[in-house]
């Protein structure tokens, strides 16, 4: 596989993942294929050395392991770990507002989105919505309308000559999107919209209410190259369905001689609490229930690796005194290493030489990068994983660009090359090469 096939692949995933929900449902499908076995947290398993696994928690987060048929428990896990969702607007439960002759939506912010890239931009909208059958049992369908629906306007500068310098945007007054004008003074009803769309992708399914969703609008602009020799890629949910797609694709294709791992969690953007985010019993259950043994599984731990996979800032021509000059972070130019004093990141000195050690087993040079000293430092699941398991973690990810915008920027060649050192630590036995 070049760059040029792996890219098409994660732009029809990058397109088709609109939500944490439907990016899980595209994974499975990958898995499947495959040939990982589906498992259910509710059901007793039957494990099989050798043998592919997957199951999912809430819809919204992902755990698939191979059972390596040369490597016995102890000897560890290859674990790769990533994040689902991003930051966007859901819709509000009772989101219907009408202002003058037009049908709003009310939304909230959810995670730390750059709000201003939203306005003026064609918006669709995905997501889950919870329904009682005909039968009277409950169902969670996905539904996309996949098309140009909802927009948010900005308000024209001869209203606010200030904007250009002031760019206040109240979340609560500004940003409902436009849904619908009314006609012949009738507004559509939000919730028969939602109906007709479940009809539309699950004719089969017989609906009698809808009783809950989780909504979301997103960006219908699909994924591009961009640049005078298309050197750059911009697209929607970078951060950080780049990563989960490298570390699906890699596992996919992974030998069953090793044992593996990776979980997607979701919420990483608002702080990882919830039943399936990387503060959840999610994981440790899985592992619980894959070595059973409390010691053995210790034993596994102290000798497994985790590869924190989150996309990493990328030097901003137009802003270089935001960087460290000793640290600069260019496009096209490989993986990068992230590191940070406070441990926001999980990057030791142990985890990075090991990490750096799978690159040049990929003929790959990795890159590092610091944040300045007088400003804040962002986060991963990498610490808090890493802390929960009391595993060996680094905090790597491909290079970008105006991360959290509803638009971001990575290069054309920074996707496969990040994919292939993950590939080749699948392969690798570099963490048991440290010496105690």
């Not at 436009?178 to 009803?189: E, K, N, T």
């Not at 570390?247 to 039943?275: D, P, Q």
């Not at 690159?359 to 890493?386: H, N, W, Y």
Request: aromatic share 8%.
């Amino acid at each position: 596989m070049n760059f040029t096939l792996y890219n098409c692949d994660l732009f029809s995933f990058l397109f088709s993942s609109p939500t944490p929900f439907h990016a899980v449902a595209n994974i499975e499908g990958h898995l499947q294929h495959q040939g990982f076995l589906r498992l259910r947290e509710n059901e007793r398993w039957q494990l099989t050395k050798g043998y592919a696994y997957y199951l999912t928690r809430d819809n919204g987060a992902v755990i698939a392991f191979i059972l390596g048929s040369d490597e016995p428990y102890e000897q560890g896990f290859r674990l790769l770990a990533a994040h689902t969702d991003s930051p966007c607007l859901q819709i509000k439960p009772r989101s219907e507002i009408k202002t003058s002759s037009y049908l709003q939506l009310g939304v909230e912010v959810y995670g730390g989105s750059l709000l201003a890239p939203w306005f003026d931009r064609d918006l669709s909208m995905a997501g889950r919505i919870c329904c009682e059958t005909s039968d009277g049992n409950l169902q969670v369908l996905l539904v996309n309308f996949r098309r140009p629906l909802l927009t948010i306007p900005s308000i024209a500068i001869h209203f606010d000559r200030d904007a250009n310098k002031n760019g206040g945007i109240n979340q609560q007054k500004h940003l409902p999107p436009i849904l619908s004008q009314a006609v012949d003074l009738q507004f559509p009803d939000f919730k028969a919209l939602l109906l007709d769309q479940i009809h539309q992708e699950h004719p089969q399914t017989a609906i009698e209410e809808i009783l809950a969703f989780d909504m979301f609008c997103y960006d219908f602009q699909e994924p591009a190259y961009i640049g005078a020799k298309n050197e750059l890629i911009s697209s929607s949910r970078l951060d950080n369905l780049l990563s989960c797609h490298a570390g699906m694709t890699a596992l996919g294709k992974a030998e069953r001689t090793k044992n593996a791992l990776f979980f997607c969690a979701n919420h990483e953007e608002n702080g990882s609490t919830s039943t399936s985010g990387a503060q959840s019993s999610f994981l440790d259950a899985v592992l619980e229930r894959i070595i059973t043994d409390p010691v053995s599984r210790r034993i596994a731990l102290s000798n497994s690796f985790l590869v924190s996979m989150d996309n990493a800032h990328a030097t901003h021509p137009n802003f270089m005194e935001k960087i460290d000059a000793s640290h600069e972070i260019h496009l096209n130019k490989g993986p990068v290493i992230k590191l940070n004093a406070n441990q926001r990141y999980a990057t030791s000195s142990l985890s990075s030489a090991i990490y750096k050690h799978v690159c040049k087993e990929a003929k790959i040079v990795p890159q590092e990068f610091v944040m300045r000293s007088d400003l804040t430092c962002g986060s991963t699941i990498g610490p808090i994983t890493s802390a929960r398991l009391g595993v060996r973690t680094v905090d790597v990810g491909a290079a970008s660009l105006a991360m959290h915008s509803i638009r971001e920027h990575t290069g054309a060649l920074d996707p496969y090359l990040f994919y292939r050192t993950i590939e080749q630590f699948l392969k690798s036995d570099a963490h048991k090469k440290l010496l105690s």
